[in-house]
């Protein structure tokens, strides 16, 4: 029960976070990646700030553990390979930020807004994510189970 109430509440943080800052409003962002157009670097002190709550955390609290404070063990991916999929996948997921302005952790903070276009974009993202499962062998790649 802990387990989760730290995750609700970190997980209403963190979208707290990201409707404060601006970081869901597409247009910010895609301002933040027209690097040789008209730039808008806000969104860069946005993650720096986040940075610089984060690190001191992770050195004096996080970094020292064996294991989590509320699981019985990190979950780490241990694989350096770079395959088809990955590179594939990584290029996928580049265009889609690039041409909508949103990444999917902030669409889904801001499905909250009401925006009918964030909520086609979550439930287009829903429908992608639905298709990789069907169409791969790999089924077990996308599934995982935390306990708590």
């Given amino acids: 029960m802990l387990f989760k109430l730290v995750a609700l509440m970190s997980g209403f943080l963190f979208g707290l976070g990201m409707m404060v800052s601006g970081m869901v409003n597409p247009a910010k962002v895609i301002g933040f ?9 806000s969104l860069a002190f946005v993650m720096g700030g986040a940075l610089l709550v984060f690190l001191p955390g ?10 989590p404070t509320l699981a019985d063990s990190f979950s780490v991916n241990l ?52 298709l990789v499962n069907v169409f791969t062998e790999n089924k077990a790649k996308f599934s995982y189970q935390i306990q708590g």
Avoid: H, N
């Avoid at 992770?58 to 553990?65: A, E, I, S």
């Fill in 33 to 41: 990646l027209d690097v040789f157009g008209e730039w808008d670097p």
């Fill in 79 to 130: 694989s350096q390979q770079i395959d088809k999929k990955l590179v594939g996948g990584s290029l996928i997921f580049g265009i889609g930020w690039g041409l909508a302005g949103i990444c999917p952790g902030p669409a889904v903070t801001a499905i909250g807004s009401g925006s009918g276009m964030i909520a086609l974009f979550g439930a287009s993202m829903v429908c992608g994510m639905y």
């Fill in 58 to 67: 992770y050195f004096l609290l996080v970094r020292k553990q064996l294991k």
